[in-house]
């Protein structure tokens, strides 16, 4: 870990998920017409207010920002099992073939997928690639890249 040395790394992941699941939620398509707008981090907390996506990004960057590996590191597609639509959480991969834990804005708990019982995860996103998760929790390679995932570092390399 490059900062915060003094704290452990389970205790990053519960400070970042409270902190930021905080922020005030508001659909896309409420505030700008439009579904799955990804909005940076910057943009998220200039706003703030943002959906699922704008959750998960910035955990995404603020966790990498502290050390955390990026290739353990995932934006995850899900499906709400109860409610039947789709959703987005970050995923890590504390232990590789493990059950990855879920941060999720809806929850201020950091469970594993495997305990999330009311989610099925169909994608999983990082700078690697795209990814669909077997049994065993092994990943496998289904895309080299995810669009709205490309463009987007293409928004912050031009605002940072």
Avoid at 2 to 14: M, R, T
Avoid at 75 to 92: A, D, N, P, Q, W
């Amino acid at each position: 870990m490059k900062y915060c040395q003094y704290i452990s790394p389970d205790e990053q992941l519960k400070r970042i998920n409270f902190y930021l699941n905080r922020l005030q939620s508001q659909y896309d398509d409420v505030i700008k017409h439009k579904e799955d707008d990804w909005e940076t981090p910057k943009e998220f907390l200039k706003i703030g207010y943002g959906d699922c996506e704008d959750y998960v990004l910035i955990k995404y960057y603020s966790l990498i920002k502290l050390g955390f590996d990026e290739k353990k590191l995932y934006i995850t597609v899900v499906k709400e099992k109860f409610r039947g639509g789709y959703h987005m959480v970050l995923s890590y991969f504390k232990v590789s073939n493990k059950a990855p834990l879920i941060l999720d804005n809806l929850s201020f708990k950091i469970l594993d997928l495997k305990t999330r019982e009311d989610l099925q995860a169909k994608y999983f996103i990082n700078s690697t690639g795209v990814y669909k998760i077997n049994k065993k929790y092994q990943l496998i390679k289904i895309a080299h890249k995810y669009k709205e995932f490309e463009e987007l570092k293409i928004k912050i390399n031009k605002n940072e």
